[in-house]
């Protein structure tokens, strides 16, 4: 059962500033009776964490110096949601599962498949009249543009919710690992390519990159 039609799901305006703020950030998914993305519901945060290891490679002889950093694997991209639990919308069914009122599922070991969550910044009026670059798609709204992203193949790995005597509301506490994370215009694999840079190449970006690559041992051009 999908709850997203009652007036705690009206739309308000949001201020128009430079700085990002966190009422134009729109977190979707596709419910357990739905088809389409739609908002996962009221969420009092949304956290985005990655991260990766760097080792240093040094030679004998040379002194305490780094010949060069090398970039291990990255870990696995981390969500943390933490949402109001409504009685006919629980974390469960918002993420597709059919849980609370729609079904069986109470748990993390009953998901036999993952889901997807789309992000979607959409822009203030300042930042749009700007060049926007292609990346940037429509918001849902049409009224402005918004900077999507697609995290692919979600896995829910922590879910939380409590009970005190001392508060009313009960918030649910969600973390999720994330397969993958495109921006959901591009084709898939363009990354890899020379057509379209990731930036910072000294060989082919007009600005950027570092002088060791570019410019050998010597001191930069300032």
Not at 13 to 29: A, E, F, H, L
Request: aromatic share 10%.
């Amino acid at each position: 059962m999908q709850d997203n039609d009652s007036y705690i799901y009206r739309k308000g305006t949001t201020p128009n500033t430079r700085v990002v703020v966190s009422q134009k950030n729109k977190i979707y998914s596709v419910s357990y009776d739905n088809s389409t993305f739609s908002q996962v519901g009221v969420m009092s945060s949304f956290s985005v964490s990655e991260s990766r290891s760097v080792e240093a490679v040094r030679g004998i002889g040379y002194g305490d110096q780094v010949a060069e950093l090398v970039p291990g694997v990255t870990d696995p991209i981390s969500l943390s949601i933490e949402r109001q639990l409504l009685y006919l919308a629980n974390a469960h069914q918002r993420f597709g599962y059919a849980g609370g009122v729609d079904g069986l599922v109470r748990s993390l070991k009953h998901h036999q498949w993952p889901f997807d969550i789309k992000q979607e910044l959409v822009f203030s009026r300042i930042a749009t009249q700007a060049n926007v670059p292609k990346q940037v798609s429509p918001a849902s709204d049409g009224a402005n543009e918004a900077l999507l992203t697609f995290f692919e193949a979600c896995w829910l790995n922590d879910y939380s919710y409590d009970f005190a005597a001392d508060g009313a509301m009960v918030a649910e506490s969600v973390s999720a690992m994330v397969s993958d994370i495109i921006d959901g215009t591009s084709t898939y694999g363009s990354l890899s390519s020379d057509s379209e840079s990731t930036g910072n190449n000294p060989f082919s970006d007009s600005t950027g990159g570092s002088f060791r690559f570019g410019s050998g041992t010597g001191s930069p051009t300032i």
